[in-house]
């Protein structure tokens, strides 16, 4: 079994920054990817950012140039570093992965999600 677990969401000002962090675990070969997507209430939830495995990183067109996503391949974990944020940002936040478990059978999983709040 593989889990995702979310961790860093709050309330923030508009202008201010938080940085995300997903830990994987469980029972793990590799993962060929790791992104975050995020839902607001009442709209579809959307990819933010993607981190393939020795790949290069995608974004949203809303968060090129505020987002910044990295991944410690070491430690199977991923952050989004998320500066000047504005209320538009305020959404659940999900951690999502593509992997090789060690039973070779590749899945995608989903974090339970983390809140991000951001004020006026």
């Known amino acids: 079994q593989v889990q995702l677990v979310e961790s860093g969401g709050g309330l923030v000002q508009a202008g201010g920054s938080l940085r995300l962090s997903c830990a994987a675990s469980g029972a793990i070969v590799n993962i060929n990817y790791m992104a975050w997507y995020r839902q607001a209430p009442g709209k579809q939830r959307e990819l933010v950012a993607h981190?393939?495995?020795?790949?290069?990183?995608n974004y949203a067109d809303s968060a090129k140039g505020r987002f910044t996503i990295s991944r410690d391949n070491t430690k199977n974990t991923m952050d989004l570093q998320m500066t000047n944020l504005t209320p538009e940002d305020t959404a659940v936040y999900y951690c999502?992965?593509?992997?090789?478990?060690?039973?070779?059978?590749?899945?995608?999983?989903w974090g339970r999600g983390t809140q991000v709040t951001v004020s006026s």
């Open positions: 999502n992965a593509e992997v090789l478990s060690k039973a070779y059978l590749v899945s995608r999983f």
């Open positions: 981190s393939p495995t020795n790949g290069v990183p």
